[in-house]
Every structure is written in structure tokens, then in C-alpha cells.
């Protein structure tokens, strides 16, 4: 895998084009290490009307996940 590939994790949540409840959509990992215990960070992309941002999340929190542009959630992580 290049440095610049994304890839899908082995979780229904991980996997790259999983949208989750809050219309943030996953676009997979490149195996940088999370903020969190074991995690790695996944690229999000905030699906909202209009908002289009692009942030990083650990990938236990992909399924809940918010939008820290247009929705309050947490600042995003590098990935």
C-alpha cells in the first residue's frame, strides 16, 4: 500500500463508503495511529447540504461521529 492509499478496515463501520446516522461518510484508513487506545485514524467526510468538510476520526467513533464544521462534534485527527 502507498503512503497516499486508503484502504477499508475490517469493521462494518471501517469499511470506506460506510455512512453512518449522522451523514458522515468513511473514506478508509491509511494506518496512521488514532488518539485513542489501539485505533487508527479513518478520513470522514461530512455528507450534510452544502458543508463538504474533510476531517480525520478513530475508528471506534466512526459510527457516531459528527461533523465538527456544521454539526458541534469534536475537533478531527490527523489521518
Known sequence: MSETEF????RPTTVIGYLNRNNQKNL???????????????????????????????????FQR????CQGGKPGISF
Open 28 to 62: 478508509g484508513t491509511r494506518g496512521v495511529a488514532g488518539n485513542d487506545h489501539m485505533q487508527v485514524a479513518y478520513k470522514m467526510a461530512c455528507e450534510q447540504d452544502g458543508c463538504e468538510a474533510v476531517y480525520g476520526a478513530n475508528g471506534s467513533d466512526i
Open 7 to 10: 484502504k477499508s478496515g475490517t
Open 66 to 69: 459528527k461533523c465538527p464544521r
